[in-house]
């Protein structure tokens, strides 16, 4: 179908640029000096705004912050935002120079007030990462011995990048970040729309693009030279430079949302189980740079908490216990935190639900037991239902601070446009625990399809509360009969006693372009099933 921009991200573009630099002070031409100490154990000599010139001449505008004690220190390189500067880190340097650290932020190249044109985490900006590290212990107390690297989403991207480029980085800590950027584009062959649109607007209004980054946002969002936009995509995936991340053997924590509709879990956790370095993952409800977000108004918050010690530990040469810990700490959407010596231990078992043929009488399949056959169900290809992911940045973000997950009214779902399976309700809590997996055996597509599953948590009046979802779709010459595998995000939820699991499959979701015909239809067919993961 043809491409259809959403204007939302102006509004989650204005929602966080207004949030951060609220919380940060303006620029002095010569320096800022932190009024109030941080800890009781060091203080900082306040914050200086640098320029430093890249080795094609390009200057980045940068901020640095160092402690008031003598001597050498470790030092943390804290590339910006997409769409935020230097400033986006004050709060944090402040704390952190309490610590003992030297912390230099920068605006990455083609953002904001500093030069050149936006590279999109390419080799001039991992050049120019290895020149702020030059930089750094040429004018201030850094330690060349301990480098770290940190940031949120394109900062966090960068400094994962810089690990794999330059191994003086001995320790990383990557918030809302990204693993594989061709995955993060085409999850299951299928573009995501909403998040692409929001770093195209953010680059437009707030950067200078590249005409590279401009061509690839251009192809994608017209859905041609695929095999170029991901040539270009794979170029900048620290998924691709794995190898050399593991031989440099930094120290690699990662955080990010469940919910992240920007960089979803599942490329994350691949990343991260192929990783051999000391690692550590944690997972946490909200949408994309939401769980971290109060810590850079200097706010107590979890990640940032994580990141004080996993850089104590690493570089600060303080024992922690956080290489006693087991590595992977996940917060459930609504239940207490849980830690996992590793990603595979979340689940002890799948269970397989059957799709089953749907009841005339409320238009709902069973979902459980062995898949059936002999039924079908026809959807079209063109019409959407009250069943979505939400809305980029704003539904997912709003329930991590609330606690409540996207829902709808299950029986306002169209059962003309929609699949809807629901399970039986047993007597105890279904700890859902991973990656769901959906088997989809299809009949009449056509050559070119999409579909969009959700799995819901169903109460006894119809509330059905989003626990994950996906879509997938299908690109080749022939149409007919197929099956379709794929995998739901990774989640953490715990279906209460007396609560349905239930699926539904429609065909269209704001979130993403879909491949459909329009005024076609897709039939779902016996022998389709669901497999979720349980603890």
């Given at each position: 179908?043809?491409?259809?921009?959403?204007?939302?991200?102006?509004?989650?573009?204005?929602?966080?640029?207004?949030?951060?630099?609220?919380?940060?002070?303006?620029?002095?031409?010569?320096?800022?000096?932190?009024?109030?100490?941080?800890?009781?154990?060091?203080?900082?000599?306040?914050?200086?705004?640098?320029?430093?010139?890249?080795?094609?001449?390009?200057?980045?505008?940068?901020?640095?912050?160092?402690?008031?004690?003598?001597?050498?220190?470790?030092?943390?390189?804290?590339?910006?935002?997409w769409g935020l500067n230097d400033l986006e880190y004050v709060a944090q340097a402040q704390e952190l120079t309490g610590r003992g650290y030297v912390v230099l932020s920068y605006t990455p190249r083609g953002w904001w007030f500093s030069g050149g044109e936006i590279d999109t985490a390419g080799p001039k900006d991992m050049a120019d990462l290895s020149r702020v590290i030059d930089w750094a212990l040429a004018n201030t107390p850094a330690d060349p011995a301990r480098i770290g690297a940190a940031g949120i989403s394109y900062g966090g991207g960068l400094s994962l990048l810089g690990a794999a480029f330059d191994r003086r980085i001995k320790a990383v800590v990557v918030m809302s970040g990204w693993a594989d950027l061709v995955a993060a584009l085409y999850a299951d062959e299928t573009r995501h729309r909403q998040s692409a649109g929001f770093l195209e607007l953010a680059a437009d209004t707030l950067g200078h693009p590249s005409a590279e980054l401009s061509d690839a946002l251009d192809d994608f969002n017209a859905n041609r030279d695929k095999p170029q936009v991901q040539a270009w995509a794979k170029k900048r995936s620290p998924a691709t430079y794995l190898d050399a991340i593991n031989a440099n053997g930094p120290a690699v924590m990662i955080a990010n949302g469940w919910g992240d509709t920007f960089f979803p879990p599942n490329q994350i956790v691949d990343f991260y189980n192929r990783l051999t370095v000391p690692k550590r993952l944690e997972l946490r409800p909200g949408d994309h740079a939401i769980a971290e977000l109060t810590g850079l108004a200097g706010l107590d918050n979890d990640v940032w908490n994580s990141l004080y010690r996993w850089f104590d530990q690493y570089l600060g040469g303080v024992s922690t216990g956080v290489t006693s810990e087991p590595p992977v700490e996940v917060k459930p959407y609504n239940a207490p935190e849980e830690h996992y010596a590793a990603w595979s231990a979340l689940a002890t078992s799948t269970r397989r639900y059957g799709l089953g043929a749907i009841r005339w009488y409320d238009g709902t399949g069973l979902l459980g037991g062995d898949p059936s056959t002999g039924w079908s169900k026809s959807l079209p290809t063109d019409k959407d239902t009250f069943a979505n992911g939400g809305i980029a940045l704003i539904t997912n973000g709003l329930?991590?601070?609330?606690?409540?997950?996207?829902?709808?009214?299950?029986?306002?779902?169209?059962?003309?446009?929609?699949?809807?399976?629901?399970?039986?309700?047993?007597?105890?809590?279904?700890?859902?625990?991973g990656i769901p997996k959906v088997h989809l055996a299809l009949s009449g597509t056509e050559p070119q399809g999409t579909v969009v599953a959700y799995l819901y948590d169903l109460d006894a009046l119809g509330n059905a509360s989003l626990i994950t979802h996906a879509p997938a779709t299908w690109l080749d010459d022939k149409g007919g009969s197929r099956s379709l595998d794929f995998s739901l995000q990774a989640t953490a939820y715990d279906v209460p006693a007396g609560h349905s699991l239930t699926l539904v499959i429609?065909?269209?979701?704001?979130?993403?372009?879909?491949?459909?015909?329009?005024?076609?239809?897709?039939?779902?067919?016996?022998?389709?099933?669901?497999?979720?993961?349980?603890?």
């Amino acid at each position: 179908m043809a491409p259809r921009r959403a204007a939302l991200p102006v509004l989650a573009l204005s929602l966080i640029t207004a949030t951060v630099l609220a919380t940060a002070p303006a620029p002095a031409a010569a320096s800022v000096t932190a009024t109030t100490p941080v800890t009781a154990a060091q203080s900082s000599s306040g914050l200086r705004f640098v320029d430093i010139t890249a080795d094609d001449g390009v200057v980045l505008k940068a901020n640095v912050a160092v402690p008031a004690t003598g001597g050498r220190h470790p030092v943390l390189i804290m590339p910006s935002s997409w769409g935020l500067n230097d400033l986006e880190y004050v709060a944090q340097a402040q704390e952190l120079t309490g610590r003992g650290y030297v912390v230099l932020s920068y605006t990455p190249r083609g953002w904001w007030f500093s030069g050149g044109e936006i590279d999109t985490a390419g080799p001039k900006d991992m050049a120019d990462l290895s020149r702020v590290i030059d930089w750094a212990l040429a004018n201030t107390p850094a330690d060349p011995a301990r480098i770290g690297a940190a940031g949120i989403s394109y900062g966090g991207g960068l400094s994962l990048l810089g690990a794999a480029f330059d191994r003086r980085i001995k320790a990383v800590v990557v918030m809302s970040g990204w693993a594989d950027l061709v995955a993060a584009l085409y999850a299951d062959e299928t573009r995501h729309r909403q998040s692409a649109g929001f770093l195209e607007l953010a680059a437009d209004t707030l950067g200078h693009p590249s005409a590279e980054l401009s061509d690839a946002l251009d192809d994608f969002n017209a859905n041609r030279d695929k095999p170029q936009v991901q040539a270009w995509a794979k170029k900048r995936s620290p998924a691709t430079y794995l190898d050399a991340i593991n031989a440099n053997g930094p120290a690699v924590m990662i955080a990010n949302g469940w919910g992240d509709t920007f960089f979803p879990p599942n490329q994350i956790v691949d990343f991260y189980n192929r990783l051999t370095v000391p690692k550590r993952l944690e997972l946490r409800p909200g949408d994309h740079a939401i769980a971290e977000l109060t810590g850079l108004a200097g706010l107590d918050n979890d990640v940032w908490n994580s990141l004080y010690r996993w850089f104590d530990q690493y570089l600060g040469g303080v024992s922690t216990g956080v290489t006693s810990e087991p590595p992977v700490e996940v917060k459930p959407y609504n239940a207490p935190e849980e830690h996992y010596a590793a990603w595979s231990a979340l689940a002890t078992s799948t269970r397989r639900y059957g799709l089953g043929a749907i009841r005339w009488y409320d238009g709902t399949g069973l979902l459980g037991g062995d898949p059936s056959t002999g039924w079908s169900k026809s959807l079209p290809t063109d019409k959407d239902t009250f069943a979505n992911g939400g809305i980029a940045l704003i539904t997912n973000g709003l329930a991590a601070f609330t606690g409540w997950q996207p829902w709808i009214w299950l029986p306002t779902v169209d059962r003309s446009r929609a699949g809807v399976w629901a399970s039986e309700r047993p007597s105890s809590v279904q700890r859902v625990r991973g990656i769901p997996k959906v088997h989809l055996a299809l009949s009449g597509t056509e050559p070119q399809g999409t579909v969009v599953a959700y799995l819901y948590d169903l109460d006894a009046l119809g509330n059905a509360s989003l626990i994950t979802h996906a879509p997938a779709t299908w690109l080749d010459d022939k149409g007919g009969s197929r099956s379709l595998d794929f995998s739901l995000q990774a989640t953490a939820y715990d279906v209460p006693a007396g609560h349905s699991l239930t699926l539904v499959i429609d065909t269209v979701d704001g979130l993403y372009y879909d491949e459909n015909a329009p005024h076609k239809t897709v039939t779902i067919e016996g022998g389709s099933y669901l497999d979720v993961p349980l603890h």
